[in-house]
């Protein structure tokens, strides 16, 4: 209609002009304002006909690349449905298969476009039926231009297996975790899960939900050798707790028939703790020493300052033998209860001693805003020209532990020392000792048991021979 009117308002114009053509033939010519006058008319009426027609080019071009995507979408479930049941799924994924996650191609009309596929399983039982969470699957195929990401196309099928699972799903483990921010205790959203294992070697990823919870579904079980599940979470800026790591409960999870394994796992933002030493006048010490990092979950046995330094940052941790973790939070209020950690340090010639107060730091000052600390060692007037060395043995059920956490703090409060048993379950320490009595106390946990504490009698410089202690923990 517009189209018509346009057209209708030019051909007045013309007749107009003609008009006046006509009344003024035998004169010399048109004044220069009357042509003017009829070229400003015509440009005005042509522009918004040539943006009609612009914009009805536009209008077709989308459409014909809207048709030439459906029919790509249409094609690639039409290929899917011709896929084996067990095929149908994303390489990687969750449910695992063979097809690709994206793929390029361009359209007929030569527009570039990206043909995108996810794969999703399907809980839908009927009600006396065994919940699998796995009763068929759902397929989106979404054709995207890739010079404006405008969706041109989207498909949805669903895919069911032609026949149903041995014993009805009920020999299938489930495993799902939700994965928490174990000091703010909140939910972590999109978090990368990495399910392998099992006897058909699986190899699927998945990301969290909006309540931080991903499931994986029909997995294979055996009745024999029973291989397990392994989940390793990955998520920007965060590491797993360490109590959590394999072959942790919450990340492993052995492949028995019908295992409906729920739980969580921890991830949290690593941090740095600043230690500065200063000698008992309040200046900063730079003649060499070595400091120990004490705490509950995870230290550092030992972390040399330099001469001619007189602060180091510490920002990993040892957790339990052998393994390393970037440095955990211990901000109050987290799961598990983590307490104070304790800074203990001593020079490396003049026999100097120091340590942090008993009420220890909080690591980092507001997390996880703020994930650095600071703190101040100084070291005292009293030179201790003796130390002793104090064996803690582990056992647990028995059994020497080589991987427990051992903690030795003394009365007066001197040392705080943090050390992982060896193979044989022995942590070693070095502690300074004077002629006034000194009681030291071992605490020992194995990676979030329950804790076992020993206490020794009091020592002095009278005897020469190291002192052992033996923890039993649950």
């Known amino acids: 209609m517009h189209e018509r009117g346009s057209v209708t308002a030019v051909t007045r114009v013309a007749t107009e002009i003609g008009r006046r053509l006509r009344a003024t033939r035998g004169q010399a010519g048109f004044t220069l304002i009357e042509v003017l006058l009829a070229g400003l008319m015509l440009a005005i009426l042509a522009a918004p006909i040539s943006a009609l027609l612009s914009s009805t080019s536009s209008i077709s071009k989308l459409d014909r690349e809207r048709t030439g995507a459906d029919q790509l979408a249409q094609t690639a479930i039409e290929t899917l449905r011709t896929l084996p049941y067990t095929q149908v799924g994303i390489s990687g994924g969750n449910p695992s298969g063979t097809l690709a996650a994206s793929q390029s191609t361009t359209l007929p009309s030569g527009e570039a476009v990206t043909i995108s596929t996810q794969v999703k399983w399907v809980a839908d039982p009927i009600p006396t039926a065994y919940v699998t969470n796995a009763d068929y699957k759902k397929v989106v195929i979404t054709v995207t231009r890739n010079s404006d990401s405008t969706q041109l196309s989207q498909k949805t099928t669903y895919v069911a297996s032609a026949s149903a699972p041995p014993f009805a799903g009920s020999t299938w483990d489930q495993i799902s975790r939700q994965v928490i921010d174990p000091v703010t205790n909140l939910p972590l959203t999109g978090v990368s899960v990495n399910l392998t294992g099992g006897p058909n070697s699986e190899n699927r990823t998945d990301l969290t939900d909006g309540a931080g919870n991903v499931l994986f579904p029909a997995l294979n079980s055996t009745t024999t050798g029973t291989p397990g599940y392994t989940l390793a979470p990955t998520f920007a800026g965060y590491s797993v707790y360490p109590d959590d790591l394999s072959p942790a409960v919450a990340e492993f999870v052995g492949s028995t028939a019908g295992v409906n394994s729920t739980g969580t796992l921890r991830m949290y933002k690593p941090v740095s703790l600043t230690v500065n030493l200063q000698n008992s006048s309040g200046v900063a010490y730079t003649g060499g020493a070595t400091i120990s990092l004490d705490g509950s979950r995870c230290g550092q046995a030992t972390v040399s300052i330099p001469s001619g330094s007189s602060s180091t940052t510490i920002s990993t941790c040892t957790w339990a033998t052998g393994?390393?973790?970037?440095?955990?939070?211990?901000?109050?209020?987290?799961?598990?209860?983590?307490?104070?950690?304790?800074?203990?340090?001593?020079?490396?010639?003049?026999?100097?001693?120091?340590?942090?107060?008993?009420?220890?730091?909080?690591?980092?000052?507001?997390?996880?805003?703020?994930?650095?600390?600071?703190?101040?060692?100084?070291?005292?007037?009293?030179?201790?020209?003796?130390?002793?060395?104090?064996?803690?043995?582990?056992?647990?059920?028995?059994?020497?532990?080589?991987?427990?956490?051992?903690?030795?703090?003394?009365?007066?409060?001197?040392?705080?020392?943090?050390?992982?048993?060896?193979?044989?379950?022995?942590?070693?320490?070095?502690?300074?000792?004077?002629?006034?009595?000194?009681?030291?106390?071992?605490?020992?946990?194995?990676?979030?048991?329950?804790?076992?504490?020993?206490?020794?009698?009091?020592?002095?410089?009278?005897?020469?021979?190291?002192?052992?202690?033996?923890?039993?923990?649950?």
């Open 323 to 474: 393994k390393t973790t970037p440095l955990v939070p211990n901000v109050q209020g987290q799961t598990p209860t983590f307490n104070d950690y304790f800074v203990t340090a001593w020079s490396n010639s003049g026999g100097f001693w120091g340590a942090t107060s008993s009420s220890g730091i909080l690591v980092p000052s507001n997390y996880p805003t703020t994930l650095s600390q600071s703190v101040t060692v100084k070291f005292g007037t009293t030179t201790y020209a003796t130390t002793k060395v104090i064996n803690v043995t582990v056992k647990k059920a028995g059994v020497v532990d080589g991987n427990a956490r051992v903690q030795l703090t003394s009365t007066p409060a001197l040392v705080y020392l943090y050390a992982t048993t060896n193979s044989s379950g022995v942590a070693t320490f070095t502690v300074p000792v004077s002629s006034t009595s000194s009681t030291f106390t071992a605490t020992s946990n194995d990676q979030g048991t329950a804790n076992g504490s020993a206490t020794t009698p009091g020592i002095t410089t009278s005897t020469t021979s190291p002192i052992a202690l033996a923890v039993t923990i649950a």
